[in-house]
Antibody, heavy 115, light 107 residues
Framework: EIQLQESGPGLVKPSQSLSLTCSVTGYTITSGYDWSWIRKFPGNKMEWMGYISNSGSTNYNPSLKIRISITRDTSKNQFFLQLNSVTTEDTATYYC????????WGQGVMVTVSS | DIQMTQSPSSMSASLGDRVTITCRASQDIGNYLSWFQQKPGKSPRRMIY???NLAAGVPSRFSGSRSGSDYSLTISSLESEDMAIYYCLQSIQYPFTFGSGTKLEIK
């Protein structure tokens, strides 16, 4: 069974970088599909942040383009989110996901940006 | 970016009611429209894809339809387990964009 699991700090200070890991089991991330990060803000707004493809190419939401980086470690079957220069407006629950005919999502990790 | 205007933002309905939630796309998205259900503490679950296709394992009381640039999710007979937030998502163009969500409560 394919499983995705996010991990990372739950609290980040303003102006610092947010770094999250998505660990994938049951499927090799280089085999296919795009591997996405999606976040849900307090108040329920959802935002697609970007993806890294199975070949390693990336596609980012232009609203985040200068702050976001999605990378991967194929040896560990993990992909990563880095969001720079965070503000309180980046407080959200962050999900990693494989979207397709059948979706797979992580359980989500809540990240609070606060001093 | 394609804007998805979703309505209502919240609603309350009784068990057995027919419930409809709508999204309007700011430009042509064809049938690249999905509906997601999210329950408290859970990850989103895709209910409908391709505007009208029921995802695997989704009860048949859920259906999706399209009229021009308006897309609807209908629950034919509301059950208590349907209490959730529902989102539409367009996937024809990056960045993918979600509707603002509809919080569905049971009276």
């Amino acid at each position: 069974e394919i499983q995705l699991q996010e991990s990372g700090p739950g609290l980040v200070k303003p102006s610092q970088s947010l770094s999250l890991t998505c660990s994938v089991t049951g499927y090799t991330i280089t085999s296919g599909y795009d591997w996405s990060w999606i976040r849900k803000f307090p108040g329920n707004k959802m935002e697609w942040m970007g993806y890294i493809s199975n070949s390693g190419s990336t596609n980012y939401n232009p609203s985040l383009k200068i702050r976001i980086s999605i990378t991967r470690d194929t040896s560990k079957n993990q992909f990563f989110l880095q969001l720079n220069s965070v503000t309180t407006e980046d407080t959200a629950t962050y999900y990693c996901a494989r979207l397709g005919l059948r979706d797979y999502w992580g359980q989500g990790v809540m990240v609070t940006v606060s001093s | 970016d394609i804007q998805m205007t979703q309505s209502p933002s919240s609603m309350s309905a009784s068990l057995g009611d027919r419930v409809t939630i709508t999204c309007r796309a700011s430009q042509d998205i064809g049938n690249y429209l999905s509906w997601f259900q999210q329950k408290p503490g859970k990850s989103p679950r895709r209910m409908i894809y391709g505007a009208t296709n029921l995802a695997a394992g989704v009860p048949s009381r859920f259906s999706g339809s399209r009229s021009g640039s308006d897309y609807s999710l209908t629950i034919s007979s509301l059950e208590s387990e349907d209490m959730a937030i529902y989102y539409c998502l367009q996937s024809i163009q990056y960045p993918f964009t979600f509707g603002s969500g509809t919080k569905l409560e049971i009276k």
